[in-house]
């Protein structure tokens, strides 16, 4: 009596210890081996192994062995009628020695009678076949009893478990890969067709080709200089190219006229923010201030901007950052009727600017990312490779960046609104 007691406590005890184990391991092999070792400490079983059965090639594959020997096969082949067999039995031992009528036993009856396998136990969850125990003589020598069984089969259970919850999360993470790659290859292709929306919109204007792609790279470094994320960044830049969309719907003759174009010339020019809205407003976009940036990007602080004359906070974020940036590529490159001003004078023209057109934290982060990569603080060549290394190394142009960015006030900045 006393051992039946002893006996029921030690299993008890293992049963509380695999369930603890399957319920908190993170470490799948780990949690098998394991496992096997509480099967057999339990019933002091010589030797065994599990397997984690391999839907598609319709394989047992072992994960954890004991006393096995080199010579027993890691892999074993099922064919349709044991696996039918397999669900039908359910998590119960089958006797290896009254099966082999199944053609798994018959293919591995030597490997099964050279270690003394003598029960084999399906490993069955929600009707589907996960794996597989085998499991040697006991070291008795006696044979399996009922109450044994019953003990493998509440074990079988927890280990059963443990490798249905490994495939679950296995498909998860494979189903996760699929979505980021998917993702990827979205986000890739909806990048493609901003820059080619940006290069139809350059196309236009023959004088300033390359002008919103240009824009796009300035805000998106301006947003880096910020501190924003790398979603925030790449939705800023997205702004960026896309600002001048509505210059689409302007007549090419008036963005390309060698001259100054003159008052009604320019009305209809200046269409062209709320024509960009009214295209880009449709479009549901990752970054939802994008089209905000097409109608706003030339307002300005003092409220001397159009169209509708904002003042400064007024303005959505997104399009003080891509007014700084437009207006930049503006000074910074030919036109028909100037060329470009000299590094100095365009700096300048920022810090007088600053908090007149331009929103003087943006102002500050600008000059700062020049700034750095003028003095090797970054090494990327940014600005260098927009407006060429000669332009850039210019002389005095680090002294006076300096005292430009001891000028310009720093205020809190607000981030790019994300469609989630």
Known sequence: MIDEKYKLVHTFGALAELGQEVATKNNFPETIRTSLHLVSGALGIMRGGVAKYARFGHEL?????????????????????????????????????????????????TSFEQRNIELFVPLVV????????????????????????????????????????????????????????????????????????????????KYTEGHSVRVGKYVEIIAAELGWGEEEIDGASVAGYLHDVGKLTVDRRIINAPYRINAKESAELNRHPGVGYEILQPIHHPYADVPLAAKYHHERLDGRGYPDGLYDKEIPYIAKMVNLADSFDAMTTDRPYKRRRPASEVIEDLHRNSGKQFAPELVSAFLRGMFRELTGETTDKRFRRLLGREYMEAEGIVPMLQNALNGVDKTPVTVLSLEV
């Open 61 to 109: 594959n072992m994960v954890a062995v004991r006393g096995l020997g080199d010579d027993f096969p890691l892999s074993t082949t099922l064919c349709d009628e044991d696996e039918r067999q397999f669900l039908t039995n359910g998590v119960y031992p089958i006797e290896v020695s009254q099966a082999k009528v199944l053609p798994f036993f018959q293919v591995y009856v």
């Open 126 to 205: 929600h009707d589907e076949l996960v794996g597989a125990i085998f499991l040697g003589e006991k070291a008795t020598g006696i044979g399996y009893t009922s109450y044994d069984k019953d003990v493998i089969c509440a074990m079988a259970r927890h280990i059963g478990v443990a490798i249905a919850q490994r495939n679950l999360m296995a498909e998860v993470e494979r189903r996760a890969e699929e979505n980021r790659k998917l993702y990827d290859e979205l986000h890739m292709t909806y990048t493609a067709t901003v820059k080619a929306f940006a290069a139809a919109i350059d196309c236009k204007d």
